[in-house]
T-cell receptor, first 118, second 111 residues
Framework: EAGVVQSPRYKIIEKKQPVAFWCNPI?????LYWYRQNLGQGPELLIR????????DSQLPKDRFSAERLKGVDSTLKIQPAELGDSAVYLC????????????????FGNGTRLTVT | DAKTTQPNSMESNEEEPVHLPCNHS???????IHWYRQLPSQGPEYVIH???SNVNNRMASLAIAEDRKSSTLILHRATLRDAAVYYC????????????FGQGTILTVHP
């Protein structure tokens, strides 16, 4: 099966500029995640979608970050305006949660978008 | 997710078995133990997971202690491609749908 596809792979922007990341999950996966990974740290969840509904966005900085998942498939994560501290790798993942249980469902990650804010 | 503790780093030689330990002493009875690994410049990759019994798949084996307070990921014959950061996650409870990654163990494989 094709994996999770993310684009762009790299992005360099100046602070205060907007930026958007795109994710195409594995076909048929109902749950989609956006994680952020700072250098030398493990990934941290930003937002989780079940189909097209954002069911956990408690970690998303809502003043500058937004996300959408149209038709419950592809997703876009946006930052506006970007700050220096937003430099990180943004990872998208998807899973097939059967029977409403995520504890037993492996996540499949894309290779991420490395954002550098100068 | 329950807190997990892993060594910061481990080393192995190619073609030798590797045992990566993880302590999760506060794990609850319904928490699954997940292992992921992350190769350089890639996203995390699912390795294996289990609840109570030992588990095997084509990538690795997962040995879970009888009291479930610790587990060990076993790579039967390490290859250079296995050099990665390995994350152990005890997933359950109020963290539904949210894997909490720690610092992980950096595995170095020597030729």
């Amino acid at each position: 099966e094709a994996g999770v596809v993310q684009s762009p792979r790299y992005k360099i922007i100046e602070k205060k500029q907007p930026v958007a990341f795109w994710c195409n999950p594995i076909s048929g996966h109902n749950t989609l995640y956006w994680y952020r990974q700072n250098l030398g740290q493990g990934p941290e969840l930003l937002i989780r979608y079940e189909n097209e509904e954002a069911v956990d966005d408690s970690q998303l900085p809502k003043d500058r970050f937004s996300a959408e998942r149209l038709k419950g498939v592809d997703s876009t994560l946006k930052i506006q305006p970007a700050e220096l501290g937003d430099s990180a790798v943004y990872l998208c993942a998807s899973s097939l949660d059967q029977g409403g249980s995520s504890y037993n469902s492996p996540l499949h990650f894309g290779n991420g978008t490395r954002l550098t804010v100068t | 997710d329950a807190k997990t503790t892993q060594p910061n780093s481990m080393e192995s030689n190619e073609e030798e078995p590797v045992h990566l330990p993880c302590n999760h002493s506060t794990i609850s009875g319904t928490d699954y133990i997940h292992w992921y690994r992350q190769l350089p410049s890639q996203g995390p990759e699912y390795v294996i997971h289990g609840l109570t019994s030992n588990v095997n798949n084509r990538m690795a084996s997962l040995a879970i202690a009888e009291d479930r307070k610790s587990s060990t990921l076993i790579l039967h014959r390490a290859t250079l491609r296995d050099a990665a950061v390995y994350y152990c996650i005890a997933h359950g409870g109020t963290s539904y749908g949210k894997l909490t990654f720690g610092q992980g163990t950096i595995l170095t494989v020597h030729p």
